[in-house]
């Protein structure tokens, strides 16, 4: 079976505090875009943040999806939609919510650089060290060595359906569940949330 990975669940505090740190860093570096490109489905909650804060009006969609298992470290990128607008002679920041292997982001950067916009940049609320591409902006970087599985919000569902699922492997009971996740993980995760998933699978 897959063993179950170290998990670090991001609360909406933690979401707060990237974005307002991102917009610091863009703001100090004089660098507000003219438009966000949001990598859905991962980055399009941090986009939408970065553009409030930053009174950016213009966001666009590219989307980059991950052919893996979720809650691993691998899984190879590919880019499945393209952008949702012309970004021609603009100043564009690309954003994710992480750069784990750096690949989608760094196939996103890519695919703007072709659309000719006259600056592209890039960010992501969390920047693994062990990535292949770094973003021009990270709000908190995860060293190498301490790699784990980060739960957002808005993905907390999935993730957890998934992580459910590796963890009745070791002991069906929702007890049981919750206990391999919570020593396994370091997940804590309510019995009724556990329930739910449960239900939901055929």
């Known amino acids: 079976m897959d063993d179950l990975p170290r998990c670090r669940a991001a609360t909406w505090a933690d979401i707060d505090r990237w974005a307002d740190r991102l917009e610091e860093k863009v703001r100090a570096a004089r660098a507000v875009p003219e438009a966000i490109v949001g990598l ?45 607008g012309p970004v021609k002679d603009q100043r564009v920041l690309v954003v994710d919510d992480i750069t784990d292997t750096g690949d989608s982001l760094r196939l996103a ?3 703007v650089r072709k659309a000719e916009p006259s600056r592209v940049e890039s960010a992501a609320f969390l920047h693994i060290a062990r990535s292949t591409f770094t973003p021009t902006y990270y709000a908190e970087e995860i060293p190498r060595d301490e790699w784990v599985w980060v739960v957002f919000p808005w ?14 492997e070791y002991g069906p009971s929702l007890e049981a569940m919750r206990s391999t ?16 998933v449960r239900a939901e699978t055929p």
């Open 109 to 111: 950067v890519d695919h």
């Open 40 to 84: 859905t489905r991962g980055g399009w909650v941090p986009t939408r943040l970065l553009a409030d804060r930053l009174g950016v009006h213009r966001v666009v969609s590219l989307r980059a999806q991950h052919w893996g298992i979720t809650a691993t470290p691998t899984g190879a990128a590919a880019l499945t939609e393209g952008l949702s």
């Open 181 to 196: 996740l919570r020593v396994k993980s370091g997940l804590d995760v309510p019995l009724a949330d556990l329930q739910r």
């Open 155 to 168: 993905n907390y569902w999935e993730d957890l359906r998934t992580l459910a699922a590796k963890a009745a």
